[in-house]
């Protein structure tokens, strides 16, 4: 089955730009989708098709999908971008879909 | 858009228990629907899909055979129906919104979460 790999945790200081990978083999050939989840929260869509971002979302929220990586990228981190992010595609082969097993960010 | 799940609690395990998740705020059928886990402590599961009409659904392994998800186009209703649970099934089940009709598609609405406990 295909498997998805991130990071279990990202810190940044505020104002600076954190980036959470997903791996996974030939990523960039998959569409990926990320969501944001704070504590006691539902999960919350912030990137979807690799780097469309859903109306409401920061600017400052972008993704990028090539080769064996996806990346989500956070400029200027605020305190409110303390979350756990996932990033999850569709695997075509098994008809499934596949979640990776979050990266939680901390702003120092 | 809404999403407003219910029919959690406590089942022990072999036992049953059965979801539903309201929705409204759409024009339901036009959508996938889908339902994600999340057990204490840990990440996102996906359980099951179903494309708008509700003629393709998809199950994850760990689920496929005791689980069934059905959809009812007429009450903008969802149903997920657990039989043989196990206590690895212990966890907040969401209910979410595809962005498309088809099944390999984003979440891009969940509801609130619904807690399900399976022990004895």
């Known amino acids: 089955s295909y498997v998805l790999t991130q990071p279990p945790s990202v810190s940044v200081a505020p104002g600076q730009t954190a980036t959470v990978t997903c791996g996974g083999n030939n990523i960039g050939e998959k569409t990926v989708h990320w969501y944001q989840q704070k504590p006691g929260q539902a999960p919350v869509l912030v990137v979807r098709d690799d780097f469309y971002r859903p109306s409401g979302i920061p600017e400052r929220i972008s993704g990028s999908n090539s080769g064996n990586t996806a990346t989500l990228t956070i400029s200027r981190v605020e305190a409110g971008d303390e979350a756990d992010y996932y990033c999850?595609?569709?695997?075509?082969?098994?008809?499934?879909?596949?979640f990776g097993p979050g990266t939680k960010v901390t702003v120092l | 858009v809404q999403l407003l799940g219910s029919g959690g609690g406590l089942a022990q395990p072999g036992g049953s228990l059965r979801l539903s998740c309201a929705a409204s705020g759409f024009l339901f059928d036009d959508y996938a629907m889908a339902w994600v886990r999340q057990a204490p402590g840990v990440g996102l599961e996906w359980v099951s899909v179903?494309?708008?009409?509700?003629?393709?659904?998809y199950y994850a392994d760990s689920v496929k055979g005791r689980f069934t998800f059905s959809r009812d186009n007429s009450n903008n209703m969802l149903y997920l129906q657990l039989n043989s649970l196990r206590p690895e099934d212990t966890a907040v089940y969401y209910c979410?919104?595809?962005?498309?009709?088809?099944?390999?598609?984003?979440?891009?609405?969940w509801g609130q979460g619904i807690v399900v406990t399976v022990s004895s």
């Open positions: 179903v494309s708008g009409s509700g003629g393709d659904t």
């Open positions: 999850q595609m569709w695997d075509n082969n098994r008809e499934h879909h596949v």
């Open positions: 979410a919104k595809g962005r498309s009709w088809g099944s390999d598609t984003a979440f891009d609405y």
